[in-house]
């Protein structure tokens, strides 16, 4: 019987012999119930594919993603990386992804040699509970919110829900959506990269759920189905993906069958790591009356 990769398995592309205008690399998909790729394992790829064509010193500091097609979890996926530029300080790669020939991502990512400059940032909301507090979401189910979701996301992260009545003395709104504590279950190398990569992996995990629960939703659930349309994510500082990492989540608005959430990830000293923001398709069953 064959193993099931784990984390690190799952996310690193090989390099190939095959050349054309692009460095290409191929990497496997680790399972999903739907056999639907998890858009965030396809983000890490085609980051660290990327970043095997810039020096060492230029780290990754942005990601802007579109998802095409839903990918198969029985093929392997195909990373063409072309270098677009690389200059003094920045460098810019646009990676496609490919399965039989068709682009399921196509992804523009920016990586800079580090420099001193202006420093600020917003603060991590105060008395939240220690994630040893909370339960794990370990039992299989990709949404926080009771729908039924895939497992091996689950298997390579641990997931602490932070109880909505936590929540609400925060914020001049009554605090953010969802706060959710989270890391890699297995101890991660110590390389910058590998990091930020597996932060691009876990920043795709239940970023749907403040639509959701706006909305009474549920993954899956009364015929709503939804979609990763589109995928950014800034890093700002270093951390580390395999200890505990604090998502807040928001979402500002919906309409026209769409929603977008934008999020915060903190360190749990309350460094802000990364900022990310996601467009995601919304649809649910048209009531009698509109469908009349």
């Known amino acids: 019987m064959s193993r099931e990769p784990d ?3 799952a996310l690193t592309p090989d390099a190939t012999q095959a050349r054309t205008a692009d460095d290409v690399f191929v990497a496997i998909a680790h399972r999903m119930p739907d056999s639907r790729v998890y858009g ?7 980051l660290l594919a990327a970043s095997r064509t810039t020096e060492p ?5 942005s990601l802007h993603g579109y998802f095409l097609r839903a990918g198969d979890v029985r093929k392997p996926i195909t990373y063409g990386v072309d270098r677009v530029r690389d200059g003094r300080s920045f460098s810019t790669r646009r990676v496609q992804a490919y399965q039989d020939g068709n682009p399921i991502l196509t992804m523009i990512a920016s990586f ?3 420099s001193p400059g202006v420093e600020h940032q917003a603060a991590m909301p105060k008395g939240l509970p220690d ?5 794990s979401q370990a039992p299989p189910g990709g949404s926080l919110s009771g729908g039924g979701g895939p497992p091996t996301v689950e298997d390579h992260l641990d997931v602490r829900l932070v109880p909505a009545e936590a929540l609400d003395s925060l914020g001049e709104h009554g605090g953010p959506a969802r706060a959710i504590w ?3 279950r297995r101890r991660l190398p110590d390389d910058p990269i590998v990091h930020r990569a597996v932060l691009a992996y876990l920043s795709d995990a239940y970023i749907s759920e403040p639509i959701l629960t706006t909305h009474g939703l549920v993954w899956g659930g009364n015929g709503t189905t939804m979609a990763s349309l589109d995928h ?3 890093w700002y500082r270093d951390g580390r993906a395999d200890e505990w990492l604090l998502t807040v989540q928001e979402s500002p608005t919906a309409g026209g069958s769409r929603g977008l959430v934008s999020g915060r990830i903190h360190s749990r000293d309350g460094t802000l790591l990364a ?3 996601q467009e995601l398709m919304v649809r649910t069953p048209e009531p009698p009356a509109e469908r009349a």
């Open 112 to 114: 800079q040699r580090r």
């Open 40 to 46: 965030g394992q396809v983000l890490a790829q085609a």
């Open 182 to 184: 989270i890391r890699a």
């Open 131 to 135: 994630p040893e507090s909370l339960p």
């Open 57 to 61: 010193l230029r780290e990754a500091h």
């Open 232 to 234: 950014a994510l800034w």
């Open 7 to 9: 984390l690190l398995d």
């Open 275 to 277: 900022a990310t923001a």
